[in-house]
C-alpha cells in the first residue's frame, strides 16, 4: 500500500502540470481558509481530481507539499478499506510513516465507496485531526444517506458538471469576444463536435476513438454508480430502461407509458430514473407551474447531462439534431447553476430556465426557416410569465430583438456569462 500512496501523491516530488483551469476554481480557493469541510459531487470524468490537483497546487506553494494527502478510492489498492470507515486512519498513519510530516490537508476521491465515510470524517474533522477535508462524489445522493446527517453544518457542496462551451474555447484558445468572431468556422466545429460528444476533456482531446471512451464512460457509471451502489438485482431491466430513456430524451413521458412500452412496473420506472439520475447520467424536469401538486401530475422529460452519452448509446437510425441539439442547450443551462422545466400547457415552450430571481424562456430551433418560423416564435410570444429574456437559440442564425423575442446563436449565447 506504501507503493500505492507515492504512486497517488506525486506532488510530494513536484507539482502537477498539464491541468485544464476551470471556471469554479477560483471559487473553491475563496473557500479553502473555512474549516468545513468541501464536497465536489458530480459525474466521473467531469474534473474533480483535476481540480483536487490544482488545489494541491495551490495548497503547495505555501505548504510542504508532503503534508497534503491524496487518495483515490476507486483504486483497487484501497480495496480492504471498502468495508469499514475505521481502516481510513491507517492512511494517515501510513502517509507519515513514508513522509515524515503529519497529514494537514486530506483529499479523499470517490469517498462513496467506504462503508460509512461520514463516520471517520466527522471524527476527523471535529477532533482537529486535519487542517481541512476534501471529498468528492459520483452520486447526487452523496449526503443524503443516514450516516450523512452527522455531518449536518459541516461541510460545503460544490456540484461539478463536465466543461461548458466557454470553458472548452478558453482551453482551444479563443479567450475574447475578438477571437471568437475571427474563429468562428472552428467555434462552430466544436459545437458540432460537442453535439455528437459531449464535453468531457479527455474525449475532446482525443484524436481517435471518442465514442469507444464515451461507452467506457458509461458501462463504468451503469455498472458502478447505477447498478453496484444501488444493489439492483435486475441489471438487464435496469439498462432497458436507461437505454430507453436516453433513446426518448425530450420527449414528454409518464412513468406509466414507461412502464407500458417496456412491461415494467411503473413503481421500478421511477426507482430506476431515479437512479439515473443520482449518477447524474439524465435529469428529469417537469412541467414549469406555481403548484407542486402540478408538477407532480404532469407528465415529465428527461434530459442527458452529456450529449456524448445521448448520440453514442441511444438507438436511432441517423442523426436527430433536433434533439441533440435542444439536449446540448439543456446542458449548457443545467451547468450554469439553472433550475430547468419546460411549459406544455395550451402551447409549447422548451425552457422556462429559473436562477435566484431571474427567469428566462427558452425556445430551441436548429435552423429557423420560414416554414417553422411561426411555430418557434408562437410558444415565447404566448407564454405569460414575466421573463427577463424570451431566447430563441439556434445553431448559428442571430437577429436581435423582434417582438420580445431575441434569435441568438448557440456560440454567441454560451461564450459569456448570461445576463437578465
Known amino acids: 500500500m506504501e507503493k500505492a500512496l507515492i504512486t497517488h501523491n506525486k506532488h510530494w516530488k513536484k507539482p502537477y502540470d498539464g491541468l485544464y483551469q476551470r471556471s469554479v476554481y477560483l471559487k473553491l480557493i475563496d473557500l479553502i481558509s473555512l474549516k468545513q469541510i468541501q464536497v465536489l459531487k458530480g459525474i466521473r470524468r467531469s474534473g474533480k481530481t483535476t481540480l483536487f490537483r ?3 497546487n495551490h495548497l503547495s506553494e505555501t505548504v510542504d507539499p508532503r503534508s497534503i494527502l491524496y487518495v483515490n478510492l476507486d483504486d483497487p489498492y484501497f480495496s480492504d478499506l471498502y468495508n469499514s470507515s475505521k481502516s481510513l486512519y491507517s492512511l494517515l498513519e501510513l502517509s507519515e ?5 503529519p497529514v494537514q490537508y486530506l483529499f479523499l476521491d470517490e469517498v462513496q465507496n467506504v462503508d460509512a465515510w461520514e463516520k471517520f470524517v466527522k471524527a476527523i474533522y471535529d477532533n482537529e485531526v486535519v487542517k481541512k ?10 449526503l443524503e444517506g443516514e450516516y450523512a446527517k452527522l455531518l449536518s453544518g459541516r461541510y460545503i457542496e460544490t456540484e461539478i458538471h463536465a466543461p461548458t462551451f466557454s470553458e472548452v474555447l478558453n482551453v482551444r484558445g479563443i479567450k475574447s469576444r ?3 468572431i475571427d474563429r468562428k468556422a472552428e467555434a462552430l466545429r466544436l459545437v458540432d463536435e460537442m453535439m455528437e460528444f459531449g464535453s468531457f476533456f479527455e474525449v475532446l482531446d482525443a484524436q481517435e ?5 464515451i461507452l467506457s464512460y458509461y458501462d463504468t457509471i451503469v455498472f458502478k454508480d447505477c447498478i453496484a451502489n444501488n444493489n439492483l438485482r435486475d441489471a438487464k431491466t435496469f439498462k432497458e430502461v436507461a437505454h430507453f430513456m436516453i433513446t426518448n430524451s425530450a420527449s414528454l413521458y409518464s412513468y406509466t407509458s414507461v412502464s407500458k412500452a417496456l412491461g415494467v412496473n411503473d413503481g421500478t420506472v421511477k426507482e430506476y430514473i431515479h437512479v ?15 403548484s ?11 434530459y442527458i447531462n452529456d450529449n456524448g452519452f445521448l448520440s453514442q448509446t441511444s438507438f436511432k437510425f441517423s442523426q436527430n439534431y433536433g434533439q441533440t441539439f435542444e439536449n446540448l442547450v439543456y446542458t449548457e443551462f443545467n451547468k450554469r447553476g439553472y433550475e430547468v422545466y419546460f411549459h406544455n400547457k395550451d402551447f409549447e415552450c422548451d ?25 418557434e416564435f408562437s410558444g415565447l410570444e404566448k407564454l405569460k410569465l414575466k421573463t427577463g429574456r424570451k431566447l430563441l437559440v439556434t445553431y448559428n442564425q442571430s437577429e436581435g430583438v423582434a417582438d420580445g423575442v431575441e434569435v441568438i446563436a448557440f456560440w454567441d449565447l454560451f461564450s459569456e456569462e448570461i445576463t437578465s
Do not use: M, W
Open 292 to 302: 407542486l401538486k402540478e408538477q407532480i401530475r404532469s407528465k415529465k422529460k428527461v
Open 351 to 375: 425552457f422556462i430556465c429559473k436562477k435566484g430571481e431571474q427567469l428566462l424562456a427558452v425556445q430551441v430551433c436548429y435552423e429557423l426557416t420560414p416554414q417553422n418560423r411561426p411555430r
Open 209 to 213: 476513438h471518442k465514442r469507444d471512451i
Open 133 to 142: 477535508i476534501f471529498v468528492t462524489g459520483s452520486n447526487s445522493s452523496l
Open 97 to 101: 510513516k513514508v513522509t515524515g510530516i
Open 54 to 56: 490544482l488545489l494541491i
Open 276 to 290: 439515473l439520475e443520482d449518477s447524474y447520467i439524465c435529469q428529469e424536469i417537469k412541467q414549469y407551474a406555481f
Open 178 to 180: 475578438f477571437e471568437l
